[in-house]
């Protein structure tokens, strides 16, 4: 049987915590290089965009929908999340109100 010591548990974290640490330092030190490249600033203006619509697909379909009274608190928050992009273009105000306005819907707060 093959034993790990402590030594080896200790490397490997070492080893992951450096990794780690690289990938993260790495857009601070290549500031130079993305801010001017055309590939870096093109994904910079698309990938929020497309992350956003994963994750709300991603979230309409992980639930199991029997009825469609099931979605309803899914589909309202999407609904107002969409609107307030739409009308005040400011994400982490969407993003929260969505939040908030599921979240109530939820927990009966809003009583529908």
Same mark, same amino acid.
């Given at each position: 049987?093959?034993?790990?010591?402590?030594?080896?548990?200790? !490397? @490997?974290?070492?080893?992951?915590?450096?990794?780690?640490?690289?990938?993260?330092? =790495?857009? =601070?030190?290549?500031?130079?290089?993305?801010?001017?490249?055309?590939?870096? %600033? #093109?994904?910079?203006?698309?990938?929020?965009?497309?992350?956003?619509?994963?994750?709300?697909?991603?979230?309409?379909?992980?639930? $199991?929908?029997?009825?469609?009274?099931?979605?309803?608190? %899914? #589909?309202?928050? #999407?609904? #107002?999340? @969409?609107?307030? %992009? !739409?009308?005040?273009? %400011?994400?982490?105000?969407?993003? !929260?109100?969505?939040?908030?306005?599921?979240?109530? !819907?939820? $927990?009966?707060?809003?009583?529908?």
């Amino acid at each position: 049987m093959l034993r790990v010591s402590d030594f080896e548990y200790l !490397l @490997a974290a070492l080893i992951m915590g450096g990794v780690t640490f690289s990938l993260r330092a =790495f857009p =601070f030190l290549a500031r130079g290089f993305i801010a001017h490249h055309h590939r870096i %600033q #093109v994904l910079g203006r698309r990938l929020p965009v497309a992350m956003m619509v994963l994750l709300t697909l991603y979230a309409m379909g992980v639930h $199991n929908w029997h009825a469609p009274a099931d979605g309803k608190a %899914q #589909v309202i928050a #999407v609904v #107002v999340v @969409a609107g307030l %992009q !739409l009308w005040r273009r %400011q994400a982490l105000t969407s993003i !929260l109100t969505g939040t908030l306005v599921y979240m109530s !819907l939820v $927990n009966g707060w809003l009583g529908l």
